[in-house]
């Protein structure tokens, strides 16, 4: 089972989880595409990770499960707290997942996740002091992952 939890604290604003796709840091990343306006029933997601929003409180929470096509079953979640955010995945890796998540896919989810935190912040007026930093094995991911985009099929 995963539990991967970030919280980033800062003053509260509210309208931060709703404003998830606008501050989604697509110059980094996949862009987070949705069919329709966030709200329960949108499908959508990023890169090869594909979601359905589940649960939508204005304002407040937004919770997305996994298309289990991609071998995670489960959710996650981006919710205001007090002074902050939160955004908590929970899951059970299947077939090739297993594999991979350890391997890959936690480490980019985590600076994916990070970037997203410091452009909340940033939008809260309160910038973070130390901006998220790729590691070394993120770069690595990263690289790997672009070359192998490059290679002519």
């Given amino acids: 089972m ?11 604003s509210p309208d931060l989880v ?3 796709v606008e501050l989604w840091p697509s110059d980094r990343w996949p862009p987070l595409v949705l069919d329709r306006p966030l709200g329960v029933g949108a499908d ?3 890169a ?8 939508h409180v204005p304002g407040r929470r937004v919770e997305f499960a996994f298309d289990p096509r991609i071998g995670l079953i489960g959710s996650h979640v981006l919710e205001a707290i007090p002074g902050g955010l939160r955004h908590t995945l929970t899951g059970r890796p ?5 594999l991979w998540w350890p391997l890959a896919v936690r480490w980019l989810h985590d600076a994916l996740l990070e970037d997203l935190l410091d452009n909340a ?3 809260a007026g309160h910038p973070p002091v130390r901006p998220a930093r790729w590691s070394t094995w993120v770069r690595l991911l990263r690289v ?6 490059r290679r002519p099929a």
């Avoid at 995963?2 to 509260?12: G, K, M, Q, S, Y």
């Avoid at 299947?94 to 297993?98: D, K, V, Y």
């Avoid at 790997?144 to 985009?149: D, H, L, P, R, V």
Wanted: aromatic share 8%; hydrophobic share 40%; proline share 0%.
């Fill in 94 to 98: 299947r077939g090739l997942m297993r």
């Fill in 44 to 46: 959508g997601g990023h």
């Fill in 121 to 123: 912040a940033r939008a």
């Fill in 18 to 20: 709703d404003r998830i």
């Fill in 48 to 55: 090869f990770v594909r979601y359905r929003c589940t649960a």
């Fill in 144 to 149: 790997a992952a672009e070359k192998g985009a």
């Fill in 2 to 12: 995963i539990e991967n939890v970030h919280t980033r604290l800062f003053a509260d």
